[in-house]
Each structure stands twice: as structure tokens, then as C-alpha cells.
């Protein structure tokens, strides 16, 4: 074999194995770009886990400071409505007391005042019920009476009264509510001749 055959046969087979090779990088590098998109679609899909468990830990921390601020708020709720029968028993004490001025019915309208002072700067008010239409949210009907003097489902007594923590009902108020005046039905005579 001649020399120049050498290199030909030479040359021939170098040949082969470099197409063999450029194959092969590009299926290589096919396979990179493969792996690369599945993992930057993995990372992008943890990325967004990441973002749902933030927003939901931020939203559990607004919930729980917001039922904190209702606990404190409303904190002094079974105080507040242990008072409420002392309140109740000292309006009936200066109620029914004499109008002479004894120096007695003075003390406890003084402490009643004081009381309800303290009350009022605790949140506690009082719902105000006579001559206002009924609303069951804060008012209990003990009673109806007929009358022509109010409008129906208008309160015509309080029995006693109603009170709020806040915004939140602590006791409705006990009421009368009035009803329209039923008029007697008129008989008939129906005699058959």
C-alpha cells in the first residue's frame, strides 16, 4: 500500500468517527435543553408553591392578630354582664324610692351614675327601646298589648334594659310591643225565612 492510500484510508476512517461525534454532541445537547426546561418548569412550579404558602402565612397572621384584637376588645364580656343585674336593681331602687330628697336615694342615684359612667367608658351603652319600632336583633318581646295611640311592632315599655359590648348585642331588652287594636267582628243576622 502506497503511501498516499495510507493517508486516504487514513483520512476515511477519521472521517467516520467525527460524523458519529457531531451526532452525538447534538443529541447531548438536546438532552442539556431537555433537562434545562424540566427543571427551570420545576423551579417555576416550586416558585409558585413558595408564593400560595407565603400568601398564606401572611393571611393566617392578619387572622390571628385580628382575633387578638377581638379577644382583648371583648375580654371584659362576663364582667361586664355580671353588672348588669346591679345596674338593674339600683334603676329600681331610685324607681321606687321616695321623692322627698332623703340623702339614701341621692347616694345610690350617685353610684348608679358612677356605675353607668364606668360602663359607658368600657363600651358598654344602653339601647334605648321605648317609642322605637321593635327589632329583634335587640329588643325580646315579653308582651303585646292593643293600641290605638302607637303604630304596631312599635316597643311601648321596656321591662329592662338592653345593653352592648361594642358593637355586640350583650342582653337584648325586655319589652312590650304594641299590635293593632283588633276591632270586633260584626255578627249577621242570617235568619232563614
Do not use: C
Not at 21 to 32: K, P, V
Not at 124 to 141: L, Y
Not at 166 to 183: E, F, G
Amino acid at each position: 500500500m502506497s503511501e498516499e492510500d495510507r493517508k486516504d484510508a487514513s483520512a476515511a476512517a477519521s472521517h467516520v468517527p467525527a460524523a458519529d461525534e457531531a451526532g452525538s454532541g447534538r443529541d447531548d445537547a438536546e438532552q442539556l435543553r431537555r433537562q434545562l426546561q424540566d427543571k427551570t418548569e420545576e423551579a417555576r412550579k416550586h416558585y409558585e408553591l413558595y408564593l400560595r404558602e407565603r400568601a398564606d402565612l401572611e393571611n393566617f397572621k392578619r387572622r390571628m392578630q385580628r382575633e387578638k384584637s377581638e379577644a382583648l376588645r371583648f375580654a371584659s364580656e362576663p364582667l361586664v354582664r355580671d353588672l348588669l343585674p346591679v345596674v338593674d336593681n339600683l334603676e329600681r331602687a331610685v324607681e321606687h324610692a321616695d321623692g322627698d330628697g332623703n340623702s339614701v336615694i341621692e347616694g345610690v342615684r350617685l353610684v348608679l351614675k358612677s356605675l353607668q359612667d364606668t360602663l359607658e367608658r368600657h363600651g358598654v351603652t344602653r339601647i334605648h327601646a321605648v317609642g322605637e319600632r321593635f327589632d329583634p336583633t335587640h329588643h325580646e318581646a315579653m308582651a303585646q298589648v292593643e293600641s290605638a295611640e302607637h303604630e304596631p311592632n312599635q316597643v311601648v315599655d321596656q321591662h329592662h334594659s338592653g345593653y352592648l359590648l361594642h358593637d355586640r348585642l350583650l342582653r337584648p331588652a325586655l319589652v312590650t310591643v304594641s299590635k293593632r287594636k283588633s276591632t270586633p267582628a260584626v255578627e249577621t243576622d242570617s235568619k232563614s225565612d
